[in-house]
Structures are given as structure tokens and as C-alpha cells.
């Protein structure tokens, strides 16, 4: 039993450190949300390696008095040439009538453009801990975004 969980670990490892890619130093768009999220929020990331980066999001609600912030780091797989899979951990701050805040993980798919655009649909599970976002929300997204 050791050496099968030594085994998967070494693979798990390995396929980690063995598909960096160049991802482009700063990218920013839009990322359209449904489920329970915000909705509509201004997307910026920002690469920190070759298969790092650091995404940050704000959002506005419908009335334009409820905002949310969201920070995440995430990790950068190659699929293909020019489709991309990652995954992140994070958090942020929203304003739902009064101030919370909350976890969030992120999980999804991307695609890289010849042009400078990029296209992506993740989810986006979110903890809430105080204020008025108690509990899980889940929450899908489709982004596009310029390369710069």
C-alpha cells in the first residue's frame, strides 16, 4: 500500500512541475457570472510565473450599491498547445446590504487565441463566513480577456 501511494504521489508531482507554459504578464476583460454570484465583474490577472498567476475580479450588483471583491491564485495546466485547464484558492470581501466576507476556490478551462484574446469558463465555489453571504454559493462564469 506504501508503494502505490508513493507512486501516485510521484505522478501527481511530476505532472505538476512538467506542464509550465508561457501565459502572457498581464490580461484583463470581463467575466460574466451566473448561480448565485455577482453577475458581470472587470477581470485582471496577472502572471507570477510560468504556470502561476494572481486573478482579481470586482463586481457590482444590480442596484450598483452591492459590490464584491475577489482575489485568487491560481495554477496553470497545458492541455493542448493552446487550451489551458487551472485551479485556485482564494477569497474577497462583498457588500450585500453589509460587509462579508468569503472563500473561494476555482476550477476551469481556457483557451488561447492566435490574437491577443483569451476565452475561459470556470466555476467558482464560495464559502461565506460573516455578513449576509452565509454558507456555499456556487457560482459559473464564462470570461474573455485581452493579452497585454
Do not use: C
Request: charged share 15%; net charge negative.
Amino acid at each position: 500500500m506504501k508503494k502505490i501511494l508513493l507512486a501516485l504521489n510521484l505522478i501527481f508531482a511530476v505532472s505538476l512541475t512538467s506542464n509550465a507554459q508561457d501565459i502572457s504578464d498581464h490580461a484583463i476583460g470581463i467575466r460574466i457570472g451566473g448561480g448565485n454570484g455577482t453577475g458581470e465583474e472587470i477581470s485582471y490577472q496577472k502572471s507570477l510565473n510560468n504556470n502561476n498567476r494572481l486573478e482579481v475580479d470586482l463586481g457590482f450588483g444590480s442596484e450598483y450599491n452591492d459590490f464584491k471583491a475577489t482575489g485568487l491564485y491560481q495554477w496553470l495546466w497545458s492541455i493542448e498547445e493552446q487550451f489551458n485547464w487551472y485551479a485556485g484558492i482564494g477569497g474577497g470581501i462583498a457588500s450585500v446590504n453589509k460587509i462579508g466576507i468569503y472563500g473561494a476556490g476555482v476550477i476551469g478551462i481556457e483557451y488561447n487565441f492566435n490574437a491577443p484574446i483569451i476565452v475561459a469558463l470556470d466555476y467558482r465555489p464560495e464559502v461565506g463566513f460573516t455578513g449576509n453571504i452565509n454558507g456555499l454559493v456556487s457560482n459559473m462564469g464564462i470570461a474573455v480577456r485581452y493579452q497585454f
